[in-house]
């Protein structure tokens, strides 16, 4: 019925589980309400459920494969399974405390991505930031925070770059505003490091950077910061990510994700090379 990528998450086996569902439901012509029904539940549920926005109870993905006329016990078991892998709780759930949900969210995916593209105006990328950066950024943003959650939210992020270490890890491909780059957060020192930090991470195979300079001037995504994340199973969607000051918006739409794909393109073309990009690094270093 579906493959399930070494190394995928709690996350993308939830949206996988939910595609499946709905697959299901629809090749039978059962609404969700009349789905709903069947397990005690609304139609919202049943929406919830096939987006792989909330956990699945085995009850309930029973009752809806008799629904759906799945009686085949090895399709059935294979199903009952995931059940169990997408309800585990992922690495970072000791950390929900300081992660807001539509945060946890991200988190997943990104563990699960196979590429990840983002576009940065503000800040390095957070997969990318040396622990003096990123305590400095954080310590920026959670005014009145007591040190010890400061450190956690440190520890939270560095954690989260092991995802680009290993022989799963994504592809991971950034554009850095050159304005993030001589933001001399954490002071010159801090950035010094955090800039020799992206040199070094130039000799990753699965790392590639570019800045978007200044000598540029305007350019397609003035609109701000934005990330794109592409799944090794065909099931799953690409899905753009844009994070907002209090939460954040998660597009799987194919025009929406065509749409940031095209201001990625553009953004990779009028960018440095990643040899200029170590040039301009260099430069920086200098000019700090």
Same mark, same amino acid.
């Given at each position: 019925m579906m493959q399930i990528q070494p190394g995928s998450g709690p996350t993308a086996l939830r949206i996988l589980l939910g595609s499946q569902l709905r697959?299901?439901? /629809?090749?039978?012509?059962? %609404?969700?309400?009349?789905?709903?029904? %069947?397990?005690?539940?609304?139609? *919202?549920?049943? *929406?919830?459920?096939? #987006?792989?926005?909330?956990?699945?109870?085995?009850?309930?993905?029973?009752?809806? #494969? *008799?629904?759906?006329?799945?009686?085949? /016990? /090895? %399709?059935? %078991?294979v199903v009952m399974d995931l059940v169990e892998k997408a309800n585990e709780p992922g @690495? @970072?759930?000791?950390?929900?405390?300081?992660?807001? *949900? @539509?945060?946890q969210a991200y988190v997943g995916l990104e563990e699960a991505a196979q590429r990840i593209r983002t576009y940065e105006v503000q800040f390095v990328p957070g997969l990318l930031q040396t622990k003096e950066y990123a305590r400095a950024v954080i310590t920026a943003g959670a005014v009145g925070a007591a040190p010890e959650e400061i450190s956690r939210r440190v520890d939270l992020r560095l954690e989260r770059q092991s995802v680009l270490d290993g022989d799963n890890s994504p592809r991971f491909w950034a554009v850095i505003d050159e304005a993030a780059l001589r933001r001399p957060i954490g002071g010159v020192e801090v950035m010094r490091g955090q800039i020799q930090h992206l040199v070094d991470l130039m000799n990753q195979p699965n790392i590639t950077i570019q800045v978007m300079p200044f000598s540029y001037g305007g350019h397609a995504a003035e609109g701000g910061a934005f990330s794109i994340l592409r799944f090794g199973d065909p099931e799953l969607p690409d899905i753009v990510y844009v994070e907002q000051l209090a939460s954040a918006l998660y597009l799987d739409k194919r025009d929406e994700v065509d749409r940031y794909s095209e201001v990625m393109e553009r953004l990779c073309a009028v960018s440095t090379t990643p040899v200029e990009t170590v040039d301009l690094l260099q430069q920086i270093m200098t000019d700090l």
């Open positions: 697959r299901l439901r /629809e090749n039978k012509g059962i %609404t969700r309400e009349e789905a709903g029904q %069947t397990i005690r539940g609304s139609e *919202s549920k049943i *929406s919830r459920m096939e #987006l792989g926005r909330v956990g699945f109870k085995e009850r309930d993905v029973a009752d809806l #494969l *008799s629904l759906y006329g799945v009686e085949d /016990e /090895e %399709t059935r %078991t @690495w @970072w759930h000791r950390f929900s405390d300081l992660l807001p *949900s @539509w945060f």
